[in-house]
């Protein structure tokens, strides 16, 4: 499926919003948009929910038809064991994280051990763990991982952009990581010059206008014929008001959305 996920909202969910959107009020709004699936994504107003807070917001979820999907930094025992309860009780099926989280910078080996530590709970409650490709962990090192841990509930999360800043080639890391993809976060970039031509700055552009070939990567991930989902993010810089920029962030959410679903007809 395709579909938004808190950084959808990066700007209306922010603090800086003069109306903050809420958890339920992103579900509300991906619903209205036709959108079947919402990912709540390094949200931290989701960890200091009570259980009955988060049955409250799986319960909007499926009276508005929206499944979903759950996502967190770090891989921790204590850290995941507490998000496989949170999806549990969400009904979430996917947890997306990151091999680091701050100061915890797990070896290669301990990250081995974290993850077959807690996956045997995964599996028993049907959820998969999906590991993002970022710059903070070349993604020859997360295949590494996951092949190592070698785990049905283990995968990929798929985000091309995150791994430029590590000088990885885009089409390199889809290529590599495709067999183990289980999610994907969909977002175009492009450079663009610093005043006075010094340095460039890698930014957010709307779908099909940046360097991000989404063509090729469906075509190598096949995420509709393999049930992978795609999340809509954006890397939307603050403009020169926070309004002006939740409106610009609706509409590349609008256009990507568009964009995802004339490529899927």
């Given at each position: 499926?395709?579909?938004?996920?808190?950084?959808?909202?990066?700007w209306?969910?922010?603090?800086?919003?003069?109306?903050?959107?809420?958890?339920?009020?992103?579900?509300?709004?991906?619903?209205?948009?036709?959108?079947?699936?919402?990912?709540?994504?390094?949200?931290?107003?989701?960890?200091?929910?009570?259980?009955?807070?988060?049955?409250?917001?799986?319960?909007?979820a499926?009276?508005?038809?929206?499944?979903?999907?759950?996502?967190?930094?770090?891989?921790?025992?204590?850290?995941?064991?507490?998000?496989?309860?949170?999806?549990?009780?969400?009904?979430?099926?996917l947890?997306?994280?990151m091999?680091?989280?701050?100061?915890?910078?797990?070896?290669?080996?301990?990250?081995?051990?974290?993850?077959?530590?807690?996956?045997?709970?995964?599996?028993?409650?049907?959820?998969?763990?999906?590991?993002?490709?970022?710059?903070?962990?070349?993604?020859?090192?997360?295949?590494?991982?996951?092949?190592?841990?070698?785990?049905?509930?283990?995968?990929?999360?798929?985000?091309?952009?995150?791994?430029?800043?590590?000088?990885?080639?885009?089409?390199?890391?889809?290529?590599?990581?495709?067999?183990?993809?289980?999610?994907?976060?969909?977002?175009?970039?492009a450079?663009?010059?610093?005043?006075g031509?010094?340095?460039?700055?890698?930014?957010?552009?709307?779908?099909?206008?940046?360097?991000?070939?989404?063509?090729?990567?469906?075509?190598?991930?096949?995420?509709?014929?393999?049930?992978?989902?795609?999340?809509?993010?954006?890397?939307?810089?603050?403009?020169?008001?926070?309004?002006?920029?939740?409106?610009?962030?609706?509409?590349?959410?609008?256009?990507?959305?568009?964009?995802?679903?004339?490529?899927?007809?």
């Amino acid at each position: 499926m395709i579909g938004f996920g808190t950084y959808t909202f990066f700007w209306e969910g922010s603090e800086l919003a003069p109306e903050r959107l809420s958890v339920i009020g992103m579900i509300e709004r991906t619903a209205e948009a036709g959108v079947e699936l919402f990912q709540i994504c390094d949200d931290a107003r989701i960890e200091s929910m009570s259980d009955d807070e988060l049955r409250q917001i799986a319960e909007v979820a499926r009276e508005r038809g929206v499944t979903l999907e759950l996502g967190t930094k770090g891989i921790a025992v204590a850290h995941l064991e507490r998000f496989l309860h949170i999806a549990t009780v969400l009904g979430a099926k996917l947890l997306r994280s990151m091999v680091t989280s701050g100061d915890d910078r797990p070896s290669h080996a301990d990250a081995v051990d974290r993850l077959r530590a807690v996956l045997p709970a995964f599996e028993a409650a049907g959820v998969t763990i999906a590991l993002e490709t970022y710059e903070q962990l070349s993604s020859q090192e997360l295949v590494d991982l996951v092949t190592v841990v070698d785990h049905p509930n283990l995968g990929i999360c798929l985000d091309p952009a995150n791994t430029v800043a590590r000088l990885e080639h885009p089409s390199d890391v889809i290529e590599r990581t495709a067999p183990y993809v289980r999610n994907i976060h969909v977002k175009d970039f492009a450079f663009t010059r610093r005043g006075g031509w010094v340095g460039f700055t890698l930014e957010g552009a709307p779908l099909g206008t940046g360097l991000l070939d989404y063509p090729a990567l469906t075509a190598v991930v096949r995420p509709d014929e393999r049930g992978v989902n795609q999340i809509i993010e954006h890397w939307l810089p603050l403009g020169d008001s926070i309004t002006e920029t939740i409106e610009l962030e609706r509409t590349w959410t609008a256009h990507n959305l568009q964009y995802l679903r004339e490529g899927r007809s």
